[in-house]
């Protein structure tokens, strides 16, 4: 089976950045004999950075390249061989008030990388093996994992690197802070995607297809990516 990788979406989901209700639903019709159209049809409303998204450099910078951008001139972002990187052991060191962060070293994300030698692909996912998980099925907000600056400025070195995608919900950890490093580094090469599901998906090469919702001026956008296995791509009647 592939691998879905944003978890479901329900009006129950809780903000990770105080931006209130983050999905809401109002009904515009319901089937009733006397009343037409008849059809049940919702309104659906979203706050997509405490769910499964994409970003672009719109998102940090004041004159960053937003969606409609890369949906026009770069399609090839959002479906394509994929890594998936799992980092071993628990390397989250507490920070204090129930809080941890496991900040990724160069030397750590090096030795995952030299692995796969020449068949590391431009899209890269990742994750720890093992992490806490919400009621909803998202990675812990207090345990936070983030590349090192180091760690980010290797990354951005693999051939054709394009995208860089987190378990966790953001790509940087600077509480209190306004700049964001990390996401600085990355959108020189880079579009991202945080809150990926990564838990149960082993370490490996996959198809992956992670078409965003095109809203054509937005930095980011909901996306619900799906990893394809090579046996699934290739054993498939058409």
Excluded at 81 to 96: M, R, S, W, Y
């Amino acid at each position: 089976m592939p691998y879905v990788l944003s978890p479901i979406i329900k009006e129950t989901l809780e903000p990770m950045w105080g931006e209130g209700q983050i999905y809401e639903k109002i009904n515009i019709f319901k089937i009733n004999e006397k009343m037409l159209p008849p059809v049940n049809y919702d309104q659906h409303n979203f706050k997509p950075h405490s769910m499964t998204h994409i970003e672009t450099p719109a998102h940090t910078e004041i004159n960053g390249r937003n969606l409609g951008y890369y949906l026009k001139n770069h399609q090839s972002f959002f479906f394509g061989p994929t890594t998936v990187l799992k980092l071993d052991g628990d390397n989250f060191k507490e920070i204090g008030n129930n809080l941890f962060h496991w900040q990724i070293s160069k030397d750590e994300l090096s030795n995952k990388i030299s692995n796969y030698k020449n068949k590391i692909h431009g899209k890269i996912l990742i994750a720890p093996s093992i992490y806490q998980i919400d009621k909803f099925g998202f990675h812990s907000n207090n345990y936070a994992f983030s590349l090192s600056e180091d760690a980010a400025n290797m990354i951005i070195e693999v051939e054709n690197f394009h995208l860089l995608g987190t378990s966790w919900k953001s790509l940087d950890y600077n509480p209190g802070r306004p700049e964001r490093p990390i996401h600085k580094t990355i959108f020189k090469k880079a579009l991202t995607m945080e809150n990926l599901d990564l838990l149960n998906v082993p370490e490996g090469n996959y198809f992956m297809c992670n078409y965003p919702i095109p809203v054509e001026k937005s930095s980011e956008a909901l996306v619900a990516p799906i990893l394809f296995t090579k046996d699934e791509i290739f054993n498939t009647s058409i």
